[in-house]
């Protein structure tokens, strides 16, 4: 895999991480509010 793929692997999935269900027991983590904020997600 090349950089490039990876980078657009990881930004396809980084659009999941403000609905991904297993990431539910994150949410009220302070950070992982901070880094959705940082990609202008929705909390």
Do not use: I
């Not at 539910?24 to 509010?33: A, G, H, T, V």
Request: hydrophobic share 45%; no cysteine; glycine share 4%.
């Amino acid at each position: 895999m090349t950089r490039q793929t990876g980078t657009q692997l990881g930004a396809y999935w980084a659009s999941w991480f403000a609905v991904a269900a297993a990431l539910d027991e994150l949410r009220d983590e302070p950070r992982f509010k901070a880094m959705l904020k940082r990609m202008n997600l929705p909390e």
